[in-house]
């Protein structure tokens, strides 16, 4: 099973290495899948997965300047209290069979936005500058904290979203910040973000430590092997594929 998950890691790396998302959202269904976890203890696991192959993503964006950390800060401000609140929610009720079937659908509903938000990635820059008109300076800050909250309970509940949602909605928010800047901020967000949630899916035992280990043995080669191939692939072909396996997987995940 050791190599199973080893290739796993490798297949799932590859995809981020090539298209920047898709971690959690394609991890999870084949935790799911693949290996027979329970909900709860796949997300738990995809948690650290993700929170653990994109720390040297993020400290090379945050050596490049490409860190809005006021920004990364905001969002912090509002998923880091959302995603314990969730954590002690679960603790208090208990991962019953009913939190067990709100976390599968919470799942695929993430994957279907995931689906969107990478389908219709040159759309949200088009409609943010139409909602800059409405949205004054000031309120950002607000809304920038209200988004990292929605962020906090999304990721604590379906492991998904801390990526393509999460630079999705920076971008909506501030629409005139250049790609490598919500990319990096995204990515420096996702890293407390995804530890903290993970951590607290660790002290309700949802984390499969022994798959875990070959998982990240595997994706380190991918995500640099899917990096290399991201300059020769057409970005719209990536983009359709990836689209059609988020689908694929959120719609057999809700049913």
Request: proline fraction near 4%; aromatic fraction near 6%; hydrophobic fraction near 55%.
């Amino acid at each position: 099973m050791d190599w199973i998950a080893i290739a796993s890691g490798f297949g799932v790396g590859l995809i981020v290495g090539i298209t920047g998302v898709g971690g959690g959202s394609l991890m999870t269904p084949l935790l799911l899948s693949v290996f027979k976890l329970n909900p709860a203890v796949a997300i738990g696991t995809d948690l650290w997965f993700a929170a653990l192959t994109k720390v040297s993503g993020s400290v090379a964006h945050a050596r490049h300047g490409h860190v809005k950390w006021r920004i990364t800060g905001l969002l912090l401000a509002g998923s880091i209290p959302a995603s314990i609140a969730t954590v002690a929610l679960m603790h208090l009720t208990g991962v019953t069979k009913g939190w067990a079937g709100a976390l599968t659908f919470s799942l695929g509903i993430a994957l279907l936005l995931t689906a969107v938000v990478v389908a219709f990635k040159k759309s949200w820059q088009a409609l943010g500058l139409r909602l800059e008109r409405f949205i004054p300076e000031a309120r950002k800050p607000a809304l920038t904290i209200a988004s990292g909250v929605v962020l906090g309970v999304l990721v604590s509940l379906s492991s998904i979203g801390a990526g393509a949602i999460g630079a999705t909605l920076i971008l909506l928010i501030y629409p005139r910040l250049e790609a490598r800047y919500i990319v990096g901020s995204d990515i420096a967000h996702a890293v407390p973000l995804t530890l903290v949630a993970g951590i607290g899916h660790a002290t309700l035992g949802h984390v499969n430590w022994l798959l875990l280990v070959p998982l990240l043995i595997g994706s380190v080669p991918g995500i640099w092997l899917g990096a290399q191939l991201t300059r020769r692939l057409p970005d719209g072909v990536v983009r359709g594929l990836l689209c059609a396996s988020l689908l694929m997987a959120g719609w057999k995940v809700i049913h």
